[in-house]
Structures are given as C-alpha cells and as structure tokens.
C-alpha cells in the first residue's frame, strides 16, 4: 500500500451523540492512520444533533462530513448507501469501517458493491502488515479466525463492539466540519419502511454494561428473563441473551450476544442456562470473568468460565440477588 492511507468511518449516533462503537472505530482509524501519517474523516449520514460533528472531531476525526437530507432522517438503506457511496467517491479512502451494527452489515456491502470493491464483516483486529491491511474475524460458527486481505480499493469493513479503546475526549482537537447536501434523486426509494418500533428498554446498554447477564436456553421460557432482570438491576448491569432464546421471542432481538448478535467486554458475565457454543462465545469471550451456571456439569461454558455453578438456577439465582441486596444494603 502506498501513500499515507485515508481511513473513513461511517458514524453512528444517538440523539445527542456518537455511539460508543463509532467513538472506538475513531480510535481504531486513529492508530492505523497515525503509523503512517494519514488522516482520520468520519460521515454523519442523517440529520445529525448539533455538537455530534464537534465531537466526533474531538474523538480523533480530522474532517467531519456532516450531511442533511430529509431522506435521511431515519435509517433507510437505499437513502443511507447513495449518501455514503457519494462521500466515498469525493474522500477517496484507502479503508472504510464501520459498526458491526445491523445498519452498518446492511449498509456495507452495498457500498462496498457500488465502489467495486470487497467487504469483511464482522471483524474483530485490523492492522497493516508488510503495507497491506490485514483484518481478521470469526469463522466456522467462532470455533477459528482467519485473516483476509483485499486486492481491490477502497477496503470495506465492518467491526465489532469491545475490539478496541475508544480515545480520551479531547475538546482542544481541531479539525473541518463540511456540510454537504448529497444527491439522492428524485424517484421514488424502491423500500418504503412501514413502522418504526425503538427499543424501550431503560436499562444499561449491552455493549457498554461492565455486568451483563445472559440466559439461553436452559431458562425454558420466557419468565426465566424477568428473574434475570432482577439480577441485572441488583447488580447495576444489563441482560443478554444466546440465539435460540431471541428466536423463540422468549426476550428482545435486541439482547442477542453472538456471532450473529453483539459483542459485549463486560467485566462481569454471567451465563445463565448457556451450553457455550462457540457461536455464542464469539461474542462474550472477551469478558473479564465468565461466571455459568448449569445443570449440565459437561457443558462447554465451563470451560471458559472462571466460576462455576452446577445446578437448577431459579433455586440459585434468588437465593444470589438476595446475597447481591444484602451486600448493596450494608454498603
């Protein structure tokens, strides 16, 4: 790869600011343009909140491409790809990244069709090595990892939460913000999105609870999330969930954490009713501490546990968020 490289990231954001996955996709563009002396830009592809551009800037981007659009309002692929496709061609990146979010693995592979090149989702490092980029992730349901790298340009990528440390705010940064209008036509968008259902949920985030606690299978319905819950909010952390419960609608989609789910670095994990498949630990491996319980002691959860309780839960996890309240109390 020749030339100081240019590293795009696509930003997500709240409503009053960018997400945490978007602030470590900064750093990550950070350290890879920094060891070479490239630059670092980020694109708002929706009707962004004042102040998201100035701090995406504080976060490490040299130039913002802040855009308005009444098409994009809300995320719509067709909307949101033209938009990106345009900026892409303007900027001439050498990488673009973004979240391994659900529009981020819709959006991609559509930018990356339209640039005529290739994209690598879900990735979980990238670095340059010997002048190329080299990103890894998951492969064969999370059981290995392999390496690729791309023959054409721009690379596209899509990176998963917990890879890498967002940078400190820094409020002294200096960098452009260009307002763009982008060109999205006039005819009519193919998708019409019929509802728009947001997810309710006050507690903490997944991707940034330092406990999260997750059930699977072994719950047997959907009440076995409410005792967990409970055992989150004593705890202050948050609930996640393995595949299999998400499908049977046991608890929201929004809770999966896995190969096909999120990826979550809590430092307390607690699985509740989980086997362990590789799918599943693809996505929670990274936590500081696994803590299972199960009623098989040959399940392969214990395995990359570093607690283990073997046995009915709805007997332990009571008994457990009352210790956890008794503990808070005499604090």
Same mark, same amino acid.
């Given at each position: ?233 004593? %705890?202050?952390? @948050? =609930? *996640?969930? $393995?595949?299999?419960?998400?499908? /049977?609608?046991? !608890?929201?989609?929004?809770?999966? &954490? ?9 430092? %307390?994990?607690? @699985? =509740? *009713?989980? $086997?362990?498949?590789?799918?599943? /630990?693809?996505? !929670?491996?990274?936590?500081?501490? &696994? ?41």
């Amino acid at each position: 790869m020749s030339g100081a490289p240019c590293i795009l990231v696509i930003a997500e954001f709240t409503q009053t600011r960018p997400t945490k996955l978007t602030c470590e996709l900064l750093g990550l563009a950070r350290g890879l343009a920094g060891a070479t002396g490239g630059a670092v830009s980020a694109v708002l592809l929706a009707n962004h909140a004042d102040g998201v551009a100035e701090e995406l800037i504080a976060r490490g981007a040299d130039r913002v491409y802040a855009m308005r659009h009444a098409a994009l309002a809300d995320y719509h692929s067709e909307s949101w790809v033209s938009a990106a496709t345009q900026i892409c061609r303007q900027a001439a990146p050498t990488v673009v990244l973004a979240g391994h979010t659900a529009a981020g693995a819709d959006l991609t592979p559509r930018i990356a069709f339209r640039l005529g090149t290739a994209v690598a989702t879900g990735c979980i490092d990238v670095s340059f090595a010997a002048g190329s980029l080299a990103l890894t992730r998951p492969c064969f349901g999370g059981n290995a990892r392999e390496t690729v790298s791309f023959n054409t340009a721009p690379a596209v990528a899509t990176v998963r939460a917990g890879c890498y440390d967002a940078l400190a705010f820094d409020g002294k940064r200096r960098g452009e913000v260009v307002r763009i209008e982008p060109r999205l036509g006039e005819e009519a968008p193919r998708v019409r999105v019929i509802e728009r259902r947001r997810d309710t949920d006050d507690s903490a985030r997944l991707e940034e609870a330092r406990v999260v606690v997750a059930g699977g299978r072994g719950l047997n319905g959907s009440d076995g999330f409410r005792l967990l819950e409970q055992l989150a909010a004593a %705890l202050g952390g @948050a =609930v *996640g969930a $393995s595949r299999v419960p998400c499908d /049977l609608g046991w !608890c929201p989609r929004s809770w999966q &954490i896995g190969l096909t789910g999120k990826t979550v670095q809590p430092e %307390l994990y607690i @699985a =509740v *009713g989980i $086997s362990g498949a590789g799918h599943h /630990l693809a996505g !929670c491996g990274g936590a500081k501490a &696994i803590v299972a319980v199960n009623t098989d002691p040959e399940a392969a959860i214990f395995k990359d546990a570093r607690f283990g309780v073997v046995g009915d839960y709805q007997k332990f996890v009571p008994a457990f968020i009352e210790e956890v309240r008794k503990m808070r109390m005499s604090e």
